[in-house]
């Protein structure tokens, strides 16, 4: 329905009438322009009737369904257009994730689809030298000429048998990934199918894994909870689902308490009960003081981890238990876990090691228990995503499984699977030499002994995204030459950035399909035009939130700004279209097994194949005779109407019988991770001893298998490197491709303790005064691995001994307001990531972005 | 006729900026200009240390400072029913005064032609990236690209320079009976505007139901802003 046509439906038009003094002047406002002034005031009688004219029309147009891939939310939105052109955002408030809330940084899209500085056509580099300080001299080509030339090179490979050498990297995606990403490099002939993963939040996850077998995100029940405590993340800001917390944390806070725990006073912090700001990196030993404080004194749910014999409570601090006194419900350990770890993990040592008083760690075990088990403990990538995090993910998330509170109401949940169908498996598509080059070692490293990335509990199946830079440059497993990516950025978005420039350089052949020129770009061979996700193409992506699955359509919904094509999709048939004419038909005859579930008909050309793809992995919500669950719809048109489909309600305590872990139970001691850990240790021939020595781990023995507690893995050195980085995310990054949004700097003191247009540093003013810094100084901060230079700006909310900072800016390419100088590539800003240490929490893959780091500040 | 307040709920804000960003593309304000804006303030020393935020705007005051000492007759800034202080960009002179008397900084100036950025003819890789006013001319709109044409029907779609400009409660939209945008972006449901003189509308129902504060009450300019709640919850 239009805006025009809603605005009819029973509201009362008014204009507003001019008073002058106390009387009431009869004066409509006119159109197009200030209200006119009467030529003559007359007096009325408020009671009176009087004329009224109808005021000017607003725009006629349409609110037209989309989504938003701007951060891992994924939201379903609606655009309003009148006549052609994208003029609002709003929430898709069908979606019963978020309802009607819909972020700030939404509506910055609208900057982003019209920003000037996006690629407009196919350019090809003529400058064969690559560097950061190279001007690539880019120039316009046709996208017949562009898809040649990929053909070509795609081609050289074939015919060398070396096929493997393809890389194809992904950034942000839609679920129509499954094309380029998921069967391209196979029919190709290559493994190297690599994603962002693991510079995202992958060490998250392991948590969840190695405790109830769930390689995910959680959902988190807060219409039910009673208690709160968010760790290591920023739900109304940067973390998932933001929408929906900004939609709920006014009713949460009426009805529940929330507690914080983050070294930096984030805006989520704000708004909480209260704040534990722990020292970056000892996480772990917070989460295991919290629950020696739930088992010493009896908080424990009886029902979830059930309960001595006689019903005594043995467990006392510095006591061992007999394992056979304790009868165990749903979980698995939890003697072995006292005894081993929990036992002398008391909230006075815990204060000593994280600077939270032991009073309040009391407090907050002893509200977590009162309130379970209707209680969530939020595990967000803070204490994750460090060199030794894999294991304080498993402690704090260890902390809702004492309490009771998985797959329980107020607690933490899951989301529900989305019902769509896979597009054909690449295996009728391949021949010998595909066959052979797809079966290689992976660029990223993952699996070898310093990186198990046990995604799932499978060694070798998870992502070590930053390590391709390493294996390109080391040619270990062997060199790249063809690369391609899409809508990523990982010469800007991965630790030790100029690793990426080195690699990209060496790289001999680069396609970039972006919307931006961005800093990978300058390294680029051939550039595509890419569309932008939420306004030019088809696209659907799904999430969870509010105990509720959704999943969004994004379809052309404007006329598309520029000569741009859909990377997951169109470019794909392009390319494949290129090969067939060179003899290679496989990757057509692939695209072209995906036909219009509702005729039939085979794709024609690169538009029809986006439209078929998107209708055949959605069959099963659209298609009533295919239904699965959720929502349904009558057709497909009905479905495109709508723009989102919604699961049906999560159901608590399905899992309880059965979490898919090794032992089927919750797991303190994980038979999951002991599984993996054996199963990488067997691939190496090597002990599990070795392999956590070799991934930084100091834990031997069986506390390779509980949660338990490591001193962080730090670069520098206290007495040269005084203060510990807290990296973060701004509430306004769109990932880091906000950065060329005017809205984003107007604005950008949004963050607490930031500045508009400014790209600050803080420190405590403690802290400022010992190292004679002031407020507002520019300076150079050094870790180990670079430097890079921002003013500072003194917060109290910065605990003394650390120095915190957003990532999003320090852009040196994207565009002139994301750079300083686009021609010059002289950044704006400051990007976080060149003082970051490209390290990894390696039994995951995920990259280190938390407590990895030492720097010190130098007066510039 | 209704006698339009504000209503903000600090306990629900979360401090977002959605309501700054909003006004922005509602109204086609340039860059540095916020009819809809925010106050903030950070209280303490560590660990114990607040940080309190507070959405602000026009308040239009029933006693509106800008209106008396606005020199021009008749006024460029006035009041119309239902409460609201509007400007008119025909009579004001861009005297300034009326920025100068507001007591709560809500009344802006344009110094220069709004949005230079997108009158700008330059690009940044000749022949394949486009300049921001080839943008304009390529996907239409009124000077920038997302140009929101509602706002020209009461009152400059985008005010020129030499003018001030502010806030106007989003006057379009209530005269269809719609919020002001601010609201309507609000994720937080923070944000209500209504007929005080109704007891069953949201902000009589809101007003009734918590103590609330106005800014600078003392000044006797009666605000139309009512702020209710707190933005930091207390420690349980």
């Known amino acids: 329905m239009s805006q025009k046509e809603e605005l009819g439906k029973g509201i009362k038009r008014r204009t507003f009438l001019k008073i002058s003094g106390a009387a009431v002047a009869v004066a409509a406002l006119a159109g197009g322009c200030a209200p006119e002034e009467p030529e003559e005031p007359v007096e009325v009688d408020p009671d009176e009737e009087v004329e009224r004219v109808e005021p000017v029309p607003l725009a006629e147009g349409s609110w037209l369904p989309s989504g938003c891939a701007g951060c891992t939310s994924w939201c379903a939105k609606e655009v309003y257009v009148v006549d052609g052109r994208a003029i609002k955002v709003r929430a898709n408030a069908r979606s019963m994730v978020h309802r009607g809330g819909s972020c700030p940084r939404s509506h910055m899209a609208l900057q982003q689809v019209y920003d000037p500085d996006r690629v407009k056509v196919p350019m090809k580099r003529t400058n064969p030298n690559k560097g950061r300080n190279e001007d690539p001299g880019f120039v316009p080509i046709t996208w017949d000429e562009a898809a040649e030339t990929i053909a070509e090179k795609l081609m050289e490979l074939r015919e060398a048998n070396e096929t493997h050498k393809f890389l194809l990297m992904r950034g942000r995606y839609t679920q129509l990934n499954q094309i380029l990403y998921g069967r391209m490099p196979a029919i190709l002939g290559s493994p190297n199918n690599i994603s962002h993963s693991s510079i995202c939040a992958e060490a998250e996850k392991f948590g969840p894994m190695y405790t109830e077998g769930y390689w995910n995100y959680r959902d988190y029940d807060i219409e039910k909870t009673k208690y709160v405590l968010v760790w290591g993340c920023d739900p109304i800001s940067s973390n998932r689902q933001v929408s929906h917390y900004l939609n709920a944390w006014g009713d949460l806070l009426d009805r529940a308490e929330v507690a914080v725990v983050d070294p930096r006073l984030s805006a989520t912090a704000s708004k909480a009960n209260e704040w534990l700001p722990v020292k970056p990196g000892e996480d772990a030993a917070l989460a295991l003081a919290l629950a020696h404080v739930i088992l010493a004194e009896d908080l424990w749910s009886r029902e979830f981890v059930g309960d001595f014999q006689d019903g005594t409570n043995r467990f006392v601090a510095g006591q061992t238990v007999e394992e056979d006194t304790f009868n165990e419900a749903h979980t698995l350990g939890v003697v072995k876990w006292w005894n081993m770890e929990l036992k002398d993990r008391t909230p006075e040592w815990a204060e000593e090691v994280t600077s939270i008083r032991a009073e309040q760690i009391k407090r907050v075990a002893t509200r977590l228990g009162e309130n379970a088990p209707n209680v969530i403990v939020w595990l967000g990538g803070g204490p994750a995503m460090q060199v030794r995090g894999g294991y304080a993910a498993m402690a704090v998330h260890a902390l809702n499984g004492l309490l009771g509170s998985v797959d329980n109401e107020g607690g933490s949940i899951r989301g529900a699977s989305i019902p769509h169908a896979s597009v054909p498996s690449s295996g009728d598509f391949i021949d010998e030499i595909s066959a052979e080059g797809a079966g290689k070692q992976k660029i990223d490293q993952r699996g070898y002994k310093e990186f198990p990335a046990m995604a799932s509990g499978n060694p070798g199946s998870g992502v070590v995204t930053n390590r391709v830079a390493d294996g390109i440059l080391d040619e270990d497993p062997y060199d790249i030459k063809v690369a391609f990516a899409y809508w990523n950025n990982f010469n800007f978005s991965c630790p030790e950035p100029d690793r990426w420039n080195q690699a990209m350089a060496k790289v001999p052949f680069f396609v970039h399909s972006v919307t931006h020129a961005s800093e990978m770009t300058r390294f680029a061979d051939i550039v595509l035009p890419s569309t932008h996700h939420g306004f030019e193409q088809w696209g659907y992506l799904g999430q969870k939130g509010n105990g509720y699955t959704h999943c969004w359509l994004a379809r052309p919904i404007i006329d598309r700004v520029w000569d741009c094509k859909n990377p997951e999709t169109e470019v794909v048939w392009l390319i494949a279209e290129k090969l067939a004419d060179r003899g290679f038909s496989k990757l057509l005859d692939f695209c072209k097994a995906i036909t219009d579930p509702e005729t039939g008909a085979e794709p024609q050309n690169g538009m029809e194949f986006s439209e078929y793809a998107i209708k055949h992995r959605l069959q099963p919500i659209w298609d009533p005779n295919a239904y699965v669950s959720g929502d349904r719809f009558d057709g497909w048109e009905d479905f495109k109407a709508s723009g989102v489909w919604n699961s049906d309600k999560y159901q608590y305590k399905t899992l309880w019988d059965d979490f898919g872990t090794v032992s089927g139970k919750f797991e303190f001691y994980s038979e999951t991770l002991k599984k993996a850990l054996e199963t990488h240790a067997g691939n190496h021939n090597a002990s599990v001893d070795e392999i956590l020595e070799t991934c930084k781990y100091l834990a031997r023995g069986e506390y390779a298998f509980i949660p338990h507690y490591e001193e962080p893995y730090l670069w520098g050195e206290v007495e040269e490197y005084p203060l510990v980085l807290v990296d973060y995310k701004s509430r306004l990054n769109r990932e880091g491709r906000s950065a060329n949004c005017s809205w984003y700097y107007e604005i950008k003191d949004i963050d607490p303790g930031d500045d508009k247009w400014e790209d600050v540093a803080k420190i405590n003013p403690a802290d400022a005064r010992e190292l004679g810094i002031e407020d507002g100084d520019r300076v150079q901060l050094s870790s180990p691995v670079g430097q890079i230079e921002c003013k500072i700006k003194l917060w109290e909310g910065v605990p003394p001994g650390t120095i915190s900072k957003t990532f999003g800016q320090g852009h040196w390419a994207y565009g002139r307001l994301a750079a300083q100088d686009f021609a010059q590539a002289a950044a704006r800003g400051a990007n976080n990531n060149d003082i970051l240490p490209a390290d990894y929490e390696r039994l995951s893959g995920s990259s280190a972005f938390y407590a990895v780091t030492r720097v010190k500040i130098e007066k510039v | ?236």
């Open chain 2, 1 to 236: 006729m209704p006698n339009y307040v504000m209503v903000i709920d600090l306990h629900r804000c979360t401090g977002c900026g959605a309501c700054i960003i909003g006004c922005k593309n509602e109204n086609n304000t340039p860059e540095g200009v916020f009819w809809a804006h925010h106050v903030y303030e950070t209280t303490g020393t560590f660990p114990d240390v607040k940080y309190t935020y507070m959405p602000t705007l026009c308040n239009h005051c029933d006693n509106a400072p800008c209106i008396d000492v606005c020199p021009v007759d008749p006024k460029a800034l006035f009041k119309v029913e239902g409460g609201m202080t509007l400007h008119s960009v025909e009579k004001c002179i861009g005297c300034r005064v009326c920025e100068n008397a507001c007591p709560y900084g809500v009344i802006y100036f344009n110094e220069e032609e709004p949005h230079g950025f997108w009158r700008d003819t330059s690009v940044l890789i000749e022949g394949v990236t486009a300049s921001p006013q080839e943008v304009v001319e390529r996907v239409g709109g009124t000077v920038i690209p997302y140009y929101n044409p509602d706002r020209e029907t009461t009152y400059e779609g985008i005010r020129p320079a030499n003018k001030v400009e502010k806030c106007t409660f989003c006057d379009h939209r209530l005269v269809y009976g719609l919020q002001p945008y601010c609201n309507e972006v609000c994720p937080s449901g923070a944000r209500f505007l209504g007929d005080l003189d109704d007891p069953n509308s949201d902000v009589s129902r809101l007003l009734d139901q918590y103590p609330y504060k106005r800014p600078q009450e003392e000044l006797g300019t009666e605000p139309r802003v009512y702020y209710i709640r707190e933005y930091n919850p207390k420690p349980k």
